[in-house]
């Protein structure tokens, strides 16, 4: 699920959230639009973000992205 050019990436205020709240909403949506671009290959998303994928792998589970069944829209 791509989003619109015009529609924010993320769509709550994120300044009214604590800030661990917010990063975690701001990193899951980051995560899974590129992941999107990475056409789900996670190893490429790894190289992409700048993270070792061990890391990457873990820090996709801690925030609920499912790495697993991406496709193409």
Known sequence: MQTPPDEPLVKQDL????LRE????F???????Q???CNGK??????????????????LRSLGVDF???SED
């Not at 300044?15 to 604590?18: S, V």
């Not at 990193?27 to 639009?33: H, K, S």
């Open 42 to 59: 996670v190893g490429q998303l790894a190289k992409r973000v700048g993270m070792e994928r061990t890391h990457l792998y873990r820090k």
């Open 35 to 37: 992941l999107l671009l």
């Open 15 to 18: 300044l009214a959230l604590p």
């Open 68 to 70: 697993r069944n991406v």
């Open 27 to 33: 990193e899951r949506a980051y995560l899974q639009q």
């Open 22 to 25: 917010a990063r975690e909403q």
